[in-house]
């Protein structure tokens, strides 16, 4: 069992940043590729980016290539995501999944066996 723990959401104004956390615990090591996800109201969850813990290969949707980074810290099993330039439409709660894959870990977006319980992030215009 993998436990999944978001913390950094919160209210910006368009153009700022954001750092999201995921910190996992329990058997981490059944894992090998981690994702951010995120769902704004009345639309459908989306993949946002993902890592591969191994070797650290990373994924992005179109909407947030140039503006987010994910980066992992294994000694803390902690990923993050530095979100910037920050866009009214990246409004929406935002998830932390993790699970192993024998090759992509993106997008798989229904696939992610492990989710942690989400953190708001809201950009005001």
């Known amino acids: 069992q993998v436990r999944l723990v978001e913390s950094g959401g919160g209210s910006v104004q368009a153009g700022g940043s954001l750092r999201l956390s995921c910190a996992a615990s329990?058997?981490?090591?059944?894992?090998?590729?981690m994702g951010w996800f995120r769902q704004a109201p009345g639309k459908e969850r989306e993949g946002v980016a993902a890592?591969?813990?191994?070797?650290?290969?990373?994924t992005y949707t179109d909407s947030v290539k140039g503006r987010f980074t994910i980066s992992l810290d294994n000694a803390k099993k902690t990923i993050y995501l530095r979100m910037s330039s920050l866009k009214p439409e990246d409004t929406a709660m935002y998830y932390c999944a993790a699970d192993s894959f024998s090759d992509d870990c993106y997008p798989r977006l229904n696939e992610y066996k492990y989710w942690g319980q989400g953190t708001q992030v809201t950009v005001s215009s």
């Open positions: 329990g058997s981490t090591s059944t894992t090998n590729c």
């Open positions: 890592i591969a813990t191994g070797g650290g290969r990373t």
